[in-house]
């Protein structure tokens, strides 16, 4: 196992009930002034909104609105939050929604406590968080980012069509409340793509250096074997508890930093999808369902073992009489094979691409991760995203 160290700055709440029980005694760490961020009008049609007011009513705390973050979070929203927060003096954010609202408060937690440019200094290469930002706690009402225990916000440059993420372990909510219960009410396709979400996390950490025995991967299959396993139950009825619990828990287990401690981690998957993010605003999900299989038929021979391993131990592929890449090859297609199964798009059409004229843009801009089996380039993204379309 390579060496590491291990931090995780949020509280967690689990389960039914718990923003009732605990939000309350939450708020009350911080200053009367509290931002409450949240996305479109899901949580004023399912009853969250009214809810969490009333609890911050109670508290008699002074509430600025922020509303209106829209999925894959701008550079331009986050600007218009961090000027909310300044001129009223915030003490604390609420963020109430998924990954957009989450990431969004994070960046404008930062850009309100900062007077330089957020983007130069933090986005587009990696800063030290040097001050405090302000203090920020969610609640949780769609899974798959794991965005709640970690300190990572993906942002969209629109002016420069660019998408990307950083990590700053400052910016971990101070808190997080979880209750399953919120998702029951998340649509079809969404809870679709943001389980796909989850899948892709633990495989971009599973599918990389070292695969020496070690604990994290063991913990990646009994991820992956239970997403794989709740995600159909949670489309088949919204409001099985049980599964839409497991895949919060998924969620967060994947991205607390957890499964990645002693790995190299992948993400080339990610930085296509950021960037096909940056030039279609595609949803996470779904843009990340039509890259995986392709990505992996591309590197699988690199990391040849570790393909057999994932097909064998997470799709139960009976090898007998198999070659290795013939093992590899059925655990691959037994994942393109889930991903129609849960109704997500396999191509860039179905995606709504209607060209293919921006893909050499895209595979340029992209990053490439050093931690892929493949020796990735731009001309090999591109043929990926060809093949893709
Ligand atoms: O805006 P509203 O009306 O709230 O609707 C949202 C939105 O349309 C809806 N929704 C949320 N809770 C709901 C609900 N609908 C019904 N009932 C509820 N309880 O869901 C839609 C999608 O929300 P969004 O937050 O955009 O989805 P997600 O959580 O997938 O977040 C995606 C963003 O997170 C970034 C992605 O790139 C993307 O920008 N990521 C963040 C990561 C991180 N911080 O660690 C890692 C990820 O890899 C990812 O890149
Ligand atoms: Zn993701």
């Known amino acids: 196992m390579n060496n590491f160290i291990f931090e995780n700055g949020t ?70 939050g961090a000027a909310l927060a300044k001129d009223n003096k915030i003490d604390l954010i609420l963020g109430v929604g998924g990954g957009s609202v989450m990431d969004c408060c994070k960046a404008v ?11 130069e200094d933090f986005w587009e290469k990696n800063g030290v968080v040097y001050f405090d930002p302000i203090p920020l706690g969610v609640v949780v009402t769609v899974t798959g980012t794991g965005s709640e225990c970690n300190g990572g916000a993906v942002i969209t ?7 990307t993420g950083r990590d700053y372990p400052k910016c971990n909510p101070k808190f997080a409340l979880m209750d399953p219960e919120y998702t029951f009410s998340v649509p079809k396709r969404q809870t679709a793509s943001g389980g796909f979400d989850i899948l892709s996390h633990i495989m971009e950490t599973y599918f990389s250096e070292p695969d020496e025995d070690n604990i994290s991967d063991d913990i990646s299959e009994a991820l992956m074997r239970s ?42 998957a990610h930085q296509i999808e950021h960037q096909l993010g940056a030039y279609t605003n595609c949803n996470h999900g779904c843009g990340l369902a039509v890259i995986h299989p392709v990505y ?22 009976k090898s007998d009489g198999m070659t290795d890449e013939e093992t590899a090859l059925a655990g691959i297609e037994a994942l393109a094979g889930f ?8 191509t860039l059409r179905e995606l709504g691409m209607t060209d293919k004229v921006s893909l050499p843009e895209i595979a340029e801009s992209c990053n490439i991760a050093p931690g892929s089996y493949g020796n990735m380039t731009k001309e090999a993204i591109l043929e990926i995203l060809d093949e893709c379309f």
Do not use: H
């Open 11 to 80: 509280k967690v709440f689990f389960g039914k009930g718990c923003v009732k029980e605990f939000l309350a005694g939450n708020l009350n760490r911080y200053g009367n002034n509290v931002m409450l961020a949240y996305g479109g009008s899901s949580i004023k049609n399912n009853g969250v909104y009214d809810e969490i007011k009333q609890i911050l009513e109670n508290e008699g705390k002074n509430v600025v609105e922020f509303s209106g973050i829209m999925s894959n979070p701008t550079y331009a929203k986050v600007m218009e």
């Open 109 to 119: 937690s930062l850009a309100a406590a900062y007077d330089g440019d957020i983007w």
């Open 157 to 163: 440059n629109e002016e420069k069509k660019v998408k």
């Open 227 to 268: 997403v794989i396993r709740n995600l159909p139950k949670a489309l088949e009825d919204p409001k099985d508890y049980t599964a839409r619990s497991n895949l919060m828990w998924a969620a967060t287990m994947a991205e607390n930093r957890l499964i990645k401690l002693g790995k190299a981690c992948d993400f080339q």
């Open 296 to 317: 992996y038929r591309y590197i699988y021979k690199n990391g040849l073992k570790k393909f057999v391993r994932f097909a064998r131990n997470v799709w139960d592929v």
């Open 339 to 346: 991903i129609k199964e849960i109704g997500l798009p396999s």
